[in-house]
């Protein structure tokens, strides 16, 4: 009965490759977001989502695309990986746009 | 532009004692305002909120704040500390009505040592 979920928890790959996380809220909640967490823990919006709008922070760098196959679902793919993209990645649901904002367990990104 | 200041990178308390995460914000209008906790390896979790009303908050295992909008202030107390209360807090703000879809601006976080 989890309420934010994200797979997979953790993820090694080489420079270069692209790929993809999942993240699904059993919560109803209408927006979704993608946060990054560097080495130093400092957290940062990504994304922010719901049916209205798609709000890109404009640091993030075009190599990340947020996907949302439906209103519980957003998924969160990285092309053309790099070193400096290793990080904790946080996905978060929330109703309403001002409301608590809930997050899922995070993925551990290690970018060789 | 919002932000938020964390100005202590570590409080330490003795158990018993009580124990206040300091946290500034910047944002124009009205600010949302919340603390979250961090425990290692583990994701965020909610502690409290601010929104509108009375400025002070109560939320989980017993953490209170107080927003006062004079002072930009949203600081985290606790009359007791716990050895359990260790942990990583982030203080975030976002921006209130006309915020959109906006998404949280955290401080630097505070790691905060209950020593028994």
């Known amino acids: 009965d989890t309420a934010v979920s994200q797979t997979p928890k953790y993820l090694v790959t080489q420079m270069g490759n692209d790929k993809s996380i999942k993240c699904e809220q059993n919560?109803?909640?209408?927006?979704m977001y993608w946060y990054k967490q560097d080495s130093k823990k400092f957290l940062k919006i990504m994304f922010s989502y719901n049916n209205k709008e798609l709000i890109i922070n404009e640091t993030v760098p075009n190599r990340f695309s947020p996907k949302s196959p439906d209103k519980a679902h957003l998924n969160l793919h990285i092309n053309s990986l790099e070193l400096g993209d290793s990080a904790v990645y946080f996905c978060?649901?929330?109703?309403?746009?001002?409301?608590?904002?809930?997050f899922g367990p995070g993925t551990r990104l290690l970018v060789l | 532009a919002q932000s938020v200041a964390q100005p202590e990178d570590q409080v330490n308390v003795a158990e018993g004692n009580p124990l206040t995460v300091k946290c500034t914000y910047s944002?124009?209008?009205?600010?949302?305002l919340f603390w979250y906790v961090q425990y290692p390896n583990r994701g965020l979790q909610f502690l409290l909120k601010?929104?509108?009303?009375?400025?002070l908050v109560k939320g989980s295992y017993g953490f209170e704040a107080e927003f006062n909008k004079s002072q930009t202030s949203f600081h985290l107390n606790k009359p007791s500390a716990l050895v359990s209360d260790s942990a990583l807090y982030f203080c975030?703000?976002?921006?209130?009505?006309?915020?959109?879809?906006?998404?949280?601006?955290f401080g630097k976080g505070t790691h905060l040592i209950i020593q028994p």
């Open positions: 919560l109803g909640h209408d927006t």
């Open positions: 978060a649901s929330s109703q309403l746009v001002q409301e608590t904002q809930y």
């Open positions: 975030a703000v976002k921006k209130g009505s006309g915020g959109g879809a906006d998404g949280l601006t």
């Open positions: 601010y929104i509108t009303g009375d400025n």
């Open positions: 944002v124009s209008g009205n600010p949302y």
